[in-house]
């Protein structure tokens, strides 16, 4: 009675061990894992309506500038490997503009200018979208120190603006952060 | 190295599925039984588990992956893997996983020998994990959102709780005729570590239109909370402990206090119908030592830099924004959380029935059992979102007078052809069982999306003319 017991005991509990098996597992693998997300967010926009741009017709510059601490975010700032700035103007007023933005660091300074020139409204529709900018290596570690926007905006000289002056000048930006978790 | 894996595999397993002991639950030879049925028909003079072998189980399950999904070794690139995974996945599937340990157990009938009322007693060490899979999270953080403007991302799909504890309990049961047997157990559950955040809501959307004066409309709205206990000091810098042994420190000896009640009963409709059930785990933790609750909570909406050149100059920094509109608070107040309350119930059919071949009819009185019975189990376990449900038809068998097998055929939400076995048997006062869920899967456990095992030893002690 009792060998018998064992026997079935032995017999089910051997077979059980010895079916059970498992393929070649390998988590080690769990190393290799890399996280690649890339963010698509807004970057800056304006809108300046012309009748607000009041002057005799002469060359001069109005300007801005505005905090951008996204860096300030270790996390963000260390797995950042690549990022892509792309720009969009739309003119409508009858007046040729050079905008610049200006990416400061703490102090002030000026890290590097993007410039974009831009024709004078003629009737026809003026939506300029310029070339992506780049930014990796080198570039991007001076991108990195960048805390402050500084924008100019530079307005030649043509016909007088005034408070019943229609049209604008549009800005509309995007940035796409490109990031290597792992 | 193989063997390495193995063990691996098997530990991942026991760090990681349902509650549902469909094998244990009514086998009723194995005096565990009680704890998946406090009513249970069991009897005995005396009992005691073989300290901390008396009763060893765990489970786990994963409705949508595999441990081979993941990490076989078949050159594909891990990252790929994870994404396929993540893929093949919806915010549906879980990932669930319970273990158990008896420290001790025992028990004792209670009154002369004519009476059949019984008191069963122990404690045991739990650990249970559910999580649904965050795919939302997960997509965002494999690809971030530049495929997918337009999406709103759920951050509702971040749902999990986890949870270490200790249990002493305290049991009766009694068999009033031949009918009806009832019985109850009281628990005292101490819970070393919890995480609970299970109350998340919110998405992170990026749009886009051509009338917003933006090129995208970026919102993030967050009601995302998690609640812990017994889990802070380890995250703070200064610690400098070991924390698997605080841990058990804290499980045993010093955790979360809470309450709660076991019941069931079974039924005889004729002598060979049976009917039980009962429901296991009502009860709850006032989660009170070493609470911390993190929460992010508000609306956000993000409109890049914006420049304005009348001379308005109104500072504003993109972080500050960020950090005050959705800001990271920390509060610390008690919280109380409900155990996964577990829902049996069976009915059995008994045929074929036998004389005991082994023993001796010295007294005239003849004890006939049944060979064979087959019959239906039903599940329910209370989780987040919607309960789980099972549902198994069994076969019972007495190999000898001692020694009984269960097969069991169980569809749930991890696998449609889970077969279970078990066997338990008896010589002298040993008491030897095993149970395996899932046997199919055996043969390769990393491809199994479920599996589950209970193991025990118990010595137990009946009357001599039992």
């Given at each position: 009675?009792?060998?018998?017991?064992?026997?079935?005991?032995?017999?089910?509990?051997?077979?059980?061990?010895?079916?059970?098996?498992?393929s070649?597992?390998?988590?080690?693998?769990?190393?290799?894992?890399?996280?690649?997300?890339?963010?698509?967010?807004?970057?800056?926009?304006?809108?300046?309506?012309?009748?607000?741009?009041?002057d005799?017709g002469?060359?001069h510059?109005?300007?801005?500038?505005?905090?951008?601490?996204?860096?300030?975010?270790?996390?963000?700032?260390?797995?950042?490997?690549?990022?892509?700035?792309?720009?969009?103007?739309?003119?409508?007023?009858?007046?040729?503009f050079?905008?610049?933005?200006e990416?400061?660091?703490?102090?002030g300074?000026?890290?590097?200018?993007?410039?974009?020139?831009?024709?004078?409204?003629?009737?026809?529709?003026?939506v300029?979208?310029?070339?992506?900018?780049?930014?990796?290596?080198?570039?991007?570690?001076?991108?990195?120190?960048?805390?402050?926007?500084?924008?100019?905006?530079?307005?030649?000289?043509?016909?007088?603006?005034?408070?019943?002056s229609?049209?604008?000048?549009k800005?509309?930006?995007?940035?796409?952060?490109y990031?290597?978790?792992? | 190295?193989?063997?390495?894996?193995?063990?691996?595999?098997?530990?991942?397993?026991?760090?990681?599925?349902?509650?549902?002991?469909?094998?244990?639950?009514?086998?009723?030879?194995?005096?565990?039984?009680?704890?998946?049925?406090?009513?249970?028909?069991?009897?005995?003079?005396?009992?005691?588990?073989?300290?901390?072998?008396?009763?060893?189980?765990?489970?786990?399950?994963?409705?949508?992956?595999?441990?081979?999904?993941?990490?076989?070794?078949?050159?594909v690139?891990?990252?790929q893997?994870?994404?396929?995974?993540?893929?093949?996945?919806?915010?549906?599937?879980?990932?669930?996983?319970?273990?158990?340990?008896?420290?001790?157990?025992?028990g004792?009938?209670?009154?002369?020998?004519?009476?059949?009322?019984?008191?069963?007693?122990?404690?045991?060490?739990?650990?249970?994990?559910?999580?649904?899979?965050?795919?939302?999270?997960?997509i965002?953080?494999?690809?971030?959102?530049?495929?997918?403007?337009?999406?709103?991302?759920?951050?509702?799909?971040?749902?999990?709780?986890?949870?270490?504890?200790?249990?002493?309990?305290?049991?009766?049961?009694?068999?009033?005729?031949?009918?009806?047997?009832y019985?109850?157990?009281?628990?005292?559950?101490?819970?070393?570590?919890n995480?609970?955040?299970?109350?998340?809501?919110?998405?992170?959307?990026?749009?886009?239109?051509?009338t917003?004066?933006?090129?995208?409309?970026?919102?993030?709205?967050?009601?995302?909370?998690?609640?812990t206990?017994?889990?802070?000091?380890?995250?703070?810098?200064?610690y400098?402990?070991?924390?698997?042994?605080?841990?058990?420190?804290?499980?045993?000896?010093?955790?979360?206090?809470?309450?709660?009640?076991?019941?069931?009963?079974?039924?005889?409709?004729?002598?060979?119908?049976q009917?039980?059930a009962?429901?296991?785990?009502?009860?709850?933790?006032?989660?009170?030592?070493?609470?911390?609750?993190?929460?992010?909570?508000?609306t956000?909406?993000?409109?890049g830099?914006?420049?304005?050149?009348?001379?308005?100059?109104?500072?504003?920094?993109i972080?500050?924004?960020?950090?005050?509109a959705?800001?990271?608070?920390?509060?610390?107040n008690?919280?109380?959380?409900?155990?996964?309350?577990?829902?049996?119930s069976?009915?059995?059919?008994?045929?074929?029935?036998?004389?005991?071949?082994?023993?001796?009819?010295?007294?005239?009185?003849?004890?006939?059992?049944?060979?064979?019975?087959?019959g239906?189990?039903?599940?329910?376990?209370?989780?987040?979102?919607?309960?789980?449900?099972a549902?198994t038809?069994?076969?019972?068998?007495?190999?000898?007078?001692?020694?009984?097998?269960?097969?069991?055929?169980?569809?749930?939400?991890?696998?449609?052809?889970?077969i279970?076995?078990g066997?338990?048997?008896?010589?002298?006062?040993?008491?030897?069982?095993?149970?395996?869920g899932?046997?199919?899967?055996?043969?390769?456990?990393?491809?199994?999306?479920?599996?589950?095992?209970?193991?025990?030893?118990?010595?137990v002690?009946?009357?001599?003319?039992?």
């Amino acid at each position: 009675m009792k060998s018998n017991f064992y026997k079935v005991i032995k017999i089910v509990i051997l077979s059980l061990l010895f079916s059970s098996c498992s393929s070649d597992l390998d988590f080690g693998q769990i190393d290799d894992l890399k996280l690649e997300p890339a963010f698509l967010a807004n970057l800056a926009h304006f809108d300046i309506p012309a009748n607000k741009l009041i002057d005799d017709g002469g060359n001069h510059v109005i300007d801005d500038s505005r905090g951008f601490d996204v860096f300030k975010d270790k996390f963000f700032n260390d797995h950042l490997k690549k990022a892509e700035f792309n720009f969009e103007f739309e003119n409508t007023i009858d007046r040729a503009f050079v905008v610049s933005l200006e990416l400061l660091d703490a102090n002030g300074q000026v890290l590097q200018t993007l410039t974009f020139p831009i024709p004078a409204y003629r009737g026809t529709a003026n939506v300029i979208k310029f070339p992506t900018e780049v930014f990796e290596n080198q570039r991007l570690d001076l991108l990195k120190k960048t805390i402050k926007i500084g924008f100019k905006v530079a307005i030649f000289e043509g016909t007088p603006l005034n408070n019943q002056s229609l049209g604008g000048l549009k800005l509309k930006s995007s940035a796409t952060a490109y990031l290597i978790i792992g | 190295m193989k063997k390495i894996y193995l063990i691996i595999c098997l530990i991942f397993q026991l760090s990681c599925f349902s509650q549902n002991k469909e094998i244990l639950y009514n086998f009723t030879s194995i005096p565990q039984s009680l704890m998946v049925n406090p009513g249970a028909d069991v009897s005995y003079k005396y009992y005691f588990g073989f300290p901390v072998l008396s009763g060893i189980s765990a489970n786990l399950g994963s409705s949508s992956f595999t441990a081979y999904d993941l990490f076989a070794n078949n050159g594909v690139d891990f990252n790929q893997k994870v994404r396929n995974v993540v893929n093949q996945s919806t915010n549906r599937d879980k990932v669930v996983t319970n273990q158990q340990l008896e420290v001790f157990s025992g028990g004792f009938r209670i009154g002369g020998r004519e009476s059949k009322s019984y008191i069963s007693f122990g404690l045991y060490q739990e650990f249970d994990f559910f999580m649904f899979v965050p795919k939302d999270l997960a997509i965002l953080a494999l690809d971030g959102n530049i495929n997918y403007i337009g999406k709103s991302f759920n951050l509702g799909d971040l749902s999990m709780k986890a949870e270490v504890l200790s249990v002493w309990h305290v049991g009766f049961h009694k068999k009033v005729n031949e009918k009806f047997v009832y019985g109850g157990r009281a628990k005292i559950y101490s819970s070393g570590a919890n995480a609970t955040s299970t109350k998340n809501s919110g998405y992170i959307y990026t749009g886009q239109s051509s009338t917003d004066p933006n090129l995208y409309n970026q919102i993030i709205s967050s009601d995302l909370e998690l609640k812990t206990s017994g889990l802070s000091k380890f995250t703070k810098d200064e610690y400098e402990g070991n924390v698997v042994k605080d841990i058990a420190n804290n499980t045993f000896l010093s955790g979360s206090l809470g309450l709660g009640v076991d019941a069931g009963f079974t039924y005889y409709i004729k002598d060979n119908l049976q009917l039980t059930a009962s429901i296991i785990d009502l009860g709850f933790i006032k989660q009170s030592k070493d609470i911390e609750t993190l929460t992010y909570k508000g609306t956000y909406k993000y409109d890049g830099v914006n420049p304005d050149f009348t001379g308005n100059d109104a500072p504003e920094d993109i972080f500050d924004e960020f950090d005050k509109a959705i800001p990271r608070d920390t509060l610390y107040n008690k919280y109380t959380t409900w155990r996964p309350t577990k829902f049996y119930s069976s009915i059995q059919y008994s045929f074929g029935e036998a004389r005991p071949d082994d023993e001796c009819n010295c007294r005239g009185k003849i004890n006939t059992y049944y060979k064979n019975a087959v019959g239906a189990q039903l599940f329910a376990m209370s989780a987040p979102r919607e309960p789980l449900f099972a549902l198994t038809a069994f076969y019972k068998r007495s190999i000898f007078r001692k020694l009984e097998a269960k097969a069991t055929y169980t569809f749930d939400t991890f696998s449609n052809k889970n077969i279970g076995l078990g066997l338990a048997g008896t010589v002298g006062a040993v008491n030897i069982y095993a149970l395996f869920g899932n046997v199919l899967e055996y043969k390769d456990l990393s491809k199994a999306s479920s599996a589950t095992f209970q193991l025990g030893i118990n010595f137990v002690f009946q009357d001599r003319d039992d």
